[in-house]
């Protein structure tokens, strides 16, 4: 099982609408969750920290379950804007280091 | 409040050739990481340091490639020599606590 696995996408979806990212990680000593966004080209921009009661930003929220071991990244009435890729990042214990997944591509449709 | 700075942006290199990446970090954060980041993956750690001193080198292939932080504030990454397979993109990145900001990046063609 790979350290930090995402849904696999693309997602194709119309603006307005809804759409949700899973990220699982396998170490149950990992302490702290990301999701960066990564436009085509550019370099990975910090959207938001997971924490342990769930955070929201706007249209976005992020929840973590540590029970069953995944993040998810929800985004409410998606723009056009949002049309980017997600990698989530996962923090193990004792460390700085973070380990990324591969990502998820998300095309928001006009 | 200025961003991590890299260069060059692209670099382009034939197959046994060196070349080296410059990073320079925000100001005051005392943690640098080397990414490497493969058309279709995510950044994968290379190599982190504190301050001037290397925190965790792993996953760095020592046999080709060394990188340092000099005074603890620029670092730069050295490949030599290089494959085909080093073709990637390499990320930068400072943080002064957990989360990490990345800079532009470097886009290595090995040809």
């Not at chain 1, 990680?25 to 342990?52: G, H, I, T």
């Not at chain 1, 069953?68 to 996962?90: E, F, G, H, N, P």
């Not at chain 2, 970090?25 to 994968?44: N, V």
């Amino acid at each position: 099982r790979k350290e930090v696995e995402q849904d696999p996408g693309p997602f194709n979806v119309p603006e307005g609408a809804t759409v949700a990212f899973n990220c699982t990680y396998s170490n149950s000593a990992s302490q702290s969750f990301f999701w960066y966004r990564q436009d085509c080209r550019k370099e990975p921009k910090l959207l938001m920290s997971v924490y342990s009661s769930g955070n929201e930003d706007g249209r976005f929220t992020a929840q973590l379950n540590r029970a069953s071991q995944y993040i998810s990244l929800l985004i409410r009435d998606s723009k056009l804007s949002d049309s980017a890729t997600y990698l989530c990042a996962v923090k193990g214990a004792g460390s700085y280091q973070l380990t990324f997944g591969k990502g998820t591509k998300l095309s928001v449709i006009p | 409040e200025a961003g991590v700075a890299q260069s060059p942006r692209y670099k382009i290199i034939e197959k046994r050739q060196s070349v080296a990446f410059w990073c320079n970090p925000i100001s005051g954060h005392a943690t640098l990481y080397w990414y490497q980041q493969i058309l279709g993956q995510g950044p994968k750690l290379l190599i982190q340091f504190q301050n001037n001193g290397v925190v965790d080198d792993s996953q760095l292939p020592k046999d080709r490639f060394s990188a340092e932080r000099l005074k603890g504030v620029d670092s730069t990454l050295k490949i030599q020599p290089a494959k085909l397979e080093d073709s990637a993109v390499y990320l930068c990145a400072s943080s002064l606590r957990i989360e990490q900001f990345f800079g532009p990046g470097t886009r290595l063609t090995v040809l």
